[in-house]
């Protein structure tokens, strides 16, 4: 069975950190480039950050410097550390295949607060 889930969200204060994981199940995780993707209120849904089947990763210029994407093939998983959170961070956060994107998950809600 197919299916993402996205753990590890919750409230902080600004500045503060948290680490977001996403399992992946039902299909040949260690060949496909993962996005954590994220949706504002009133806003589109946006790539935050990918990492390939080989490791590389990229980032939105808007968490450069401040999130790191890594993933566990071993354990079918990507996480996204979240350092010096912004207001602007709030959002939900999801997780999905860049490549034929699978169902979406319910994602993991990120507060960060003021």
């Known amino acids: 069975q197919v299916q993402l889930v996205e753990s590890g969200g919750g409230l902080v204060q600004a500045g503060g950190s948290l680490r977001l994981s996403c399992a992946v199940s039902?299909?040949?995780?260690?060949?496909?480039?993962i996005g954590w993707y994220r949706q504002a209120p009133g806003k589109q849904r946006e790539l935050v950050a990918d990492?390939?089947?080989?490791?590389?990763?990229n980032y939105a210029d808007s968490v450069k410097g401040r999130f790191t994407i890594s993933r566990d093939n071993a354990k079918n998983t990507v996480y996204l550390q979240m350092n010096s959170l912004q207001s602007e961070d709030t959002a939900v956060y999801y997780c999905?295949?860049?490549?034929?994107?699978?169902?979406w998950g319910q994602g993991t809600q990120v507060t960060v607060s003021s």
């Open positions: 039902g299909i040949a995780f260690r060949l496909a480039a």
């Open positions: 990492v390939s089947s080989g490791g590389r990763t």
């Open positions: 999905n295949r860049l490549v034929a994107p699978l169902r």
